[in-house]
Nanobody
Framework: QVQLVESGGGLVQAGGSLRLSCAAS????????MGWYRQAPGKQRELVAA???????NYADSVKGRFTISRDNAKNTVYLQMNSLKPEDTAVYYC???????????????WGQGTQVTVSS
């Protein structure tokens, strides 16, 4: 019911920047929360940042001050601006959305396919 398409990953040197985008489509009434998670090899998936429909944000301690999450509600799109990247930020980054969808009584949770971010030292 809700599809997420991510873009913007890639290879960057330590100290560099990347911007991830995630566009949602489908039978969307309203997206309640959009967020970014990441999973490094051999590690569990972890929350990086999330933002509510009204703009309230939440960040992992490891990215505070370096990453900024934002969203465009009109476009159902969320962005993650990543600055001062470190090698430990290397992971597959996944977009997540919790949405009220037409035809569904309960909120729908969706995941993107993931985009690789690699930070070289």
């Amino acid at each position: 019911q809700v599809q997420l398409v991510e873009s913007g990953g890639g290879l960057v040197q330590a100290g560099g920047s990347l911007r991830l985008s995630c566009a949602a489509s489908g039978s969307i009434f309203r997206i309640n929360v959009m967020g970014w998670y990441r999973q490094a090899p051999g590690k569990q998936r972890e929350l990086v940042a999330a933002i509510t429909h009204f703009g309230t944000t939440n960040y992992a301690d490891s990215v505070k001050g370096r990453f900024t999450i934002s969203r465009d509600n009109a476009k159902n799109t969320v962005y993650l601006q990543m600055n001062s990247l470190k090698p430990e930020d290397t992971a597959v980054y996944y977009c997540n959305a919790n949405a009220a969808a037409y035809g569904s009584i309960w909120p729908v949770e969706s995941w993107g396919q993931g985009t690789q971010v690699t930070v070289s030292s």
